[in-house]
């Protein structure tokens, strides 16, 4: 079979011809485009200047789809970009009516779109709610934290939150059913000193529930904490007045960890050691565990010196 060999002139005419179709093709495409069209993605709607004397509930989901106008160039990234937009729709004439119509609210939403993108349409176009009657109630704040301390550091006090309550507003019958609120997630680690920082509360999940503040002050006193030890008279339990048991040895050893402030104040009246008679008189027991019943807040029992006591019972 023949090969057909091309001249050096006409490898480099072909070559020509190519790379002028590709340019002529990458001209065709910036000129689609750079044109504008019409095309829809998905929008969630953001509330504001919610009613103050009406309670809502949408009758919707909280998402619309809007018809956008823009370059072919703003269309390819709003598919590639699957992210939802942001529709901020004013409720103010809620306080009159029971919808609100998003196309009156047109240029006003356009004002926060960029200027080579505006929406021209939205599906729906009128947003119905249903209403209650409003009532407001202060519950307790809940902090949420993941805090991971240097080694022998750790939390030696309460938490102290201010405010400590969270004013909530919305629906009585929404309302009635929230005991507490919680803050977004606290997150820190490698703390050794004291922690003082803003704290958001977690946003609602419904346009119609407000809550007053959104951001509370979080205090948890953080120290260096170590070891100590105490001697404890361990306590009979069990219908003891019924029988005349000894047990030996009487006093335990008892090993915790204190913050350093702490540690000439912890003392063995803090403390208390009891065993039980009944697993003798019920389970047969020979030797009776050690329970630490007592212990002050913020210390950690780390070990017990025996964990175990033999006892007599004398007829």
């Given at each position: 079979?023949?090969?057909?060999?091309?001249?050096?002139?006409?490898?480099r005419?072909?070559?020509?011809?190519?790379?002028c179709?590709?340019?002529?093709?990458?001209?065709?495409?910036?000129?689609?485009?750079?044109?504008?069209?019409?095309?829809?993605?998905?929008?969630?709607?953001?509330?504001?200047?919610?009613?103050?004397?009406?309670?809502?509930?949408?009758?919707?989901?909280?998402?619309?789809?809007?018809?956008?106008?823009?370059?072919?160039w703003?269309m390819?990234?709003?598919?590639?970009?699957?992210?939802?937009?942001?529709?901020?729709?004013?409720?103010?004439?809620?306080?009159?009516q029971?919808?609100?119509?998003?196309?009156?609210?047109?240029?006003?939403?356009?004002?926060?779109?960029?200027?080579?993108?505006?929406?021209?349409?939205f599906?729906?176009?009128?947003?119905?709610?249903?209403?209650?009657?409003?009532?407001?109630?202060?519950?307790?704040i809940?902090?949420?934290?993941?805090?991971?301390?240097?080694?022998?550091?750790?939390?030696?006090?309460?938490?102290?939150?201010?405010?400590?309550?969270?004013?909530?507003?919305?629906?009585s019958?929404?309302?009635?059913?929230i005991?507490?609120?919680?803050t977004?997630?606290?997150?820190?680690?490698?703390?050794?000193?004291?922690?003082?920082?803003?704290?958001?509360?977690?946003?609602?999940?419904?346009?119609?529930?407000?809550?007053?503040?959104k951001?509370?002050?979080v205090?948890?006193?953080?120290e260096?904490?170590t070891?100590?030890?105490?001697?404890?008279?361990?306590?009979?339990?069990?219908?003891?007045?019924f029988?005349?048991?000894?047990?030996?040895?009487?006093?335990?050893?008892?090993?915790?960890?204190?913050?350093?402030?702490?540690?000439?104040?912890?003392?063995?009246?803090?403390?208390?050691?009891?065993?039980?008679?009944?697993?003798?008189?019920?389970?047969?027991?020979?030797?009776?565990?050690?329970?630490?019943?007592?212990?002050?807040?913020?210390?950690?029992?780390v070990?017990?010196?025996?964990?175990?006591?033999?006892?007599i019972?004398?007829?």
């Amino acid at each position: 079979m023949a090969i057909l060999k091309l001249s050096t002139t006409e490898r480099r005419r072909a070559s020509t011809i190519v790379t002028c179709l590709l340019l002529a093709f990458c001209a065709w495409i910036v000129t689609v485009l750079s044109s504008s069209y019409n095309y829809n993605v998905k929008a969630v709607v953001n509330y504001r200047n919610a009613p103050q004397k009406r309670a809502f509930h949408s009758l919707q989901t909280d998402t619309v789809n809007i018809t956008l106008k823009g370059s072919g160039w703003k269309m390819l990234f709003s598919k590639i970009n699957y992210e939802n937009k942001i529709v901020k729709v004013d409720l103010q004439r809620l306080e009159y009516q029971p919808f609100i119509v998003l196309s009156s609210q047109l240029s006003t939403i356009n004002n926060d779109m960029p200027d080579d993108r505006k929406i021209i349409a939205f599906n729906p176009d009128t947003l119905y709610f249903d209403f209650s009657n409003r009532s407001v109630r202060r519950v307790p704040i809940t902090l949420v934290r993941s805090i991971q301390y240097q080694h022998q550091f750790s939390q030696s006090g309460n938490v102290v939150i201010q405010p400590s309550y969270v004013t909530i507003s919305g629906p009585s019958n929404r309302i009635d059913k929230i005991t507490t609120w919680r803050t977004d997630s606290l997150v820190l680690k490698n703390i050794n000193e004291k922690i003082t920082t803003a704290v958001n509360l977690s946003p609602s999940a419904e346009g119609n529930v407000g809550i007053y503040p959104k951001t509370v002050q979080v205090k948890i006193p953080v120290e260096e904490f170590t070891e100590k030890t105490v001697e404890l008279p361990v306590k009979l339990m069990g219908n003891v007045d019924f029988f005349n048991v000894k047990v030996f040895p009487q006093k335990v050893k008892v090993t915790f960890t204190t913050s350093l402030n702490r540690y000439n104040d912890m003392t063995d009246e803090l403390f208390e050691a009891q065993a039980d008679l009944n697993l003798w008189r019920v389970y047969g027991y020979s030797a009776l565990p050690v329970k630490i019943t007592r212990v002050p807040a913020f210390c950690k029992v780390v070990n017990i010196e025996p964990r175990n006591v033999d006892f007599i019972v004398k007829k």
